[in-house]
């Protein structure tokens, strides 16, 4: 079998995986070196399209194939030809180690990431330290996928179901030592990034309700001036103007293919926070998918993803899009089951759709699909948890029982937290096969994984060639 990583990648695992279980990720050194450049080889793709669930581990993504279909491993992905693991430890974290995940499953609610490292080490390639935008752990600025796209002249966008310049959808376009300072990313988005195409909540005039508010916060937009620049159609970046949309039908026009597309766009739909997820009214915590109403004056996910498909797609020398369904993560830190689904849900369609785009728009051949997680939130299990089995030792009872379709399945919560365990990986297309290669360790439950730098090593190279077929 063809070796992509040097031989002194074998003596640092078994010490990066050593018995202690907690190495520190900042003192591990990054010894193991993969050839990206050999693992993607010749392969092309046009399009790179990575869809990332926020918060999603194995069992959010069978909490929801319970309730949709009744059944496990029942969505598009579960047939794709790559599925592998992911780690998504940060350099404030610990470098994911299976032997003491299996000696303690309490192991992987020591110091996980953040989004906004996780985002980072997909978008750069750099593992950096929690709270960071697009920068390294001393706050220097790391090349990310949407300006390598941009060197090579093809275009790229970000679409969330959170505030734009929130840490998922920041990473990929900003750089700042701190994801908290919202009005500093969303100035760099709008004013200095090479994107083309930015989607997502954050609107100051609405609430959590998709109700106008009394009381406008401007910080997620770039401040007041910014959103007056966007607004007024004055606003620009390194690659051109923008134009500016926040009503739903705006939205469903350009998705549905009415009306001239713009060339690049803004699109902050009418809610704060986020479009569904922090919607008031009825208890979160109890209610079933679906029993409080849904906001009617927001698109979904997969309709923003549509409008992103459809402009970025005008550049014929192709594009990078990442996609996120960014409230799976909010869900989790609340241990709301119900809205857990429901944005899973909604994330699940948006990979229908962004499926049934590809295959209409140049298939498989010219576009890579990319979906995974940035880290598990809430340790979800079955209904026992995690539960004590001696006086030093705990278990998991780790699988969800199935109630049926349309049932709300047997489950727990074990943190509010983000928890350092593995997550899944699904790809298909083009260059889909260089991922195995970087899935140089084992997990004993999980099989090989991956790593999200090692992804946005790979994703960097892919975005080296300049011509899709
Ligand atoms: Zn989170």
């Known amino acids: 079998m063809k070796s992509y990583f040097s031989s002194l990648a074998c003596a640092s695992c078994s010490f990066l995986l050593g018995a202690c279980g907690i190495v520190s990720a900042d003192s591990a050194s990054d010894t193991v070196t993969i050839d990206y450049k050999a693992i993607v080889g010749s392969c092309e793709s046009k399009n790179t399209i990575l869809m990332i669930c926020d918060g999603c581990g194995y069992n959010q993504i069978a909490a929801a194939d319970f309730y949709e279909n009744g059944s496990l491993h029942t969505q598009p992905y579960d047939l794709f030809p790559v599925i592998l693991s992911l780690s998504t430890w940060s350099l404030s974290s610990y470098v994911y180690d299976p032997e003491a995940v299996s000696k303690d499953p309490k192991w992987v609610l020591k110091g996980p990431t953040d ?54 959808p920041a ?70 103007s923008w134009t500016f949309i926040e009503r739903k039908n705006s939205f469903d026009s350009l998705a549905d293919g009415l009306g001239k597309l713009p060339k690049r766009l803004i699109g902050v739909a009418q809610a704060y926070y986020t479009l569904q997820e922090e919607r008031s009214n009825g208890n ?34 192709g594009f990078f899009l990442m996609i996120e369904g960014g409230a799976i993560d909010g869900a989790g830190h609340s241990n709301f089951i119900a ?32 979906i995974t ?11 026992q948890g995690i539960y004590q089995v001696a006086a030093d030792s705990f278990a998991v009872d780790y699988d969800l029982v199935n109630n049926g379709k349309g049932k709300i399945p047997g489950y727990s919560w074990n943190t509010g937290n983000h928890t350092n365990q593995l997550v899944p990986l699904f790809a298909k297309g083009s260059c889909a096969d260089a991922f195995p290669a970087t899935a140089i360790n084992h997990d004993p439950v999980r099989g090989s994984y991956t790593d999200n730098a090692a992804v946005g090593k790979t994703l960097l190279q892919i975005l080296t060639k300049k011509n899709g077929k």
Do not use: C
Request: aromatic residues 6%; negative net charge; glycine residues 10%.
């Open 171 to 240: 990473g990929f376009v900003a750089h700042n030592a701190s994801r908290n300072n919202y009005e500093e990313i969303a100035k760099n988005m709008v004013y200095d990034s090479k994107a083309d195409v930015i989607i997502g909540a954050g609107h100051p005039l609405y609430d959590n309700d998709g109700k106008p508010t009394t009381s406008p916060q401007y910080n997620y937009v770039g401040g007041e001036d910014t959103w007056n620049q966007l607004v007024g159609g004055t606003a620009k970046n390194k690659e051109g």
């Open 115 to 168: 989004s906004g490292a996780s985002a980072t080490a997909f978008a750069t390639g750099t593992k950096t330290t929690n709270g960071k935008i697009g920068v390294d752990k001393n706050n220097s600025s790391l090349l990310n996928l949407t300006e390598q796209a941009a060197q090579i002249g093809k275009s790229a966008g970000v679409v969330s179901t959170m505030p734009f310049s929130h840490a998922t």
């Open 339 to 370: 809205r857990n689904i429901e944005e899973k849900m909604d994330f699940n369609k948006a990979v229908r759709t962004v499926i049934a785009w590809i295959e209409k728009n140049g298939g498989w051949e010219n576009n890579l699909l990319v």
């Open 373 to 383: 997680g940035d880290h598990e939130t809430g340790y979800l299990t079955g209904p």
């Open 284 to 317: 979160a915590g109890t209610d079933t998918v679906g029993q409080v109403p849904f906001n009617t004056t927001v698109p979904e996910l997969s309709t923003m993803s549509t409008v992103a498909l459809r402009i970025l797609s005008q550049d014929t020398a």
